[in-house]
């Protein structure tokens, strides 16, 4: 199976072709740009390099989320015209789980993405008999709940900068990752999880996973009540 794997749910651009879960070729780019700008010419060189025509693919994979509202939507919308216009599969794969799967280790990973005023986007995830399974479903919440609920030793990864300091008073024993090469999002591990996932059946019905509203839609819904119209139709 050959497939296109790309996730702009963050800063990271991450794309990877991938053939029979082998890697062919990838492009990753960690600094703040506009996606919508940098995801087709970073899919284009990489098939470019790998030698395949997009005839060629049988499946995209996509990090559906969450994460930044416009990096997901980008991806998302990308994802979908590309299956569409090429009739092939569609995959999304939770932006969390594509981070823990990182880690090889058999105990709780917990990945993490700033959500801002000391929230966060996780997930709780564990390895076993080489699947890696969710313990706690991706969720929008407060770090110190989070930290709250977590009674076994833990690996943290993703954005744990900024939160280090509370997760060692919180947890003494947990690890923090610092290594970029498991902090960041990768397109080849996305499109490994990609490969053993059922393919979306509505692809048109398919949508991001974003758990939170974005602020101005909150801001909307305090003086609006959203009927046939919501607020995506509004803007």
């Not at 991450?14 to 879960?21: D, I, M, R, S």
């Not at 940098?38 to 989320?65: F, N, Y």
């Not at 993405?113 to 995830?125: I, P």
Request: charged share 20%; net charge negative; proline share 4%.
């Amino acid at each position: 199976m050959k497939i296109l794997a790309f996730d702009t749910s963050n800063q990271t651009l991450a794309v990877a072709v991938l053939e029979n879960q082998q890697t062919i070729a990838e492009f990753q780019l960690n600094r703040k740009m506009n996606h919508s700008l940098t995801l087709m010419p970073a899919i284009e060189h990489v098939m470019k390099v790998s030698g395949l025509t997009p005839k060629d693919l049988d499946r995209i994979v996509v990090a559906q989320g969450p994460g930044s509202y416009t990096g997901i939507r980008i991806a998302v919308t990308t994802a979908k015209t590309l299956a569409n216009t090429l009739d092939i599969e569609l995959v999304g794969v939770s932006s969390l789980k594509s981070l823990a799967a990182n880690t090889n280790d058999s105990r709780l990973i917990v990945p993490i993405m700033d959500a801002r005023r000391n929230n966060v986007y996780t997930g709780v995830y564990q390895w076993e008999n080489g699947q890696l399974n969710t313990i706690i479903s991706d969720q929008h919440i407060a770090l110190e709940s989070l930290l709250s609920e977590i009674k076994e030793t833990a690996i943290f990864v993703g954005e744990t900068e900024k939160f280090a300091e509370q997760i060692r008073a919180a947890l003494p024993t947990a690890e923090i990752k610092v290594d970029d090469r498991i902090n960041l999002p990768n397109g080849v591990t996305l499109g490994q999880l990609g490969s053993y996932a059922e393919p979306i059946a509505d692809v048109q019905g398919f949508v991001p996973a974003y758990l939170k509203r974005v602020e101005a839609e909150e801001k909307w819904l305090q003086t609006h009540q959203p009927g046939d119209e919501n607020y995506v139709e509004k803007i």
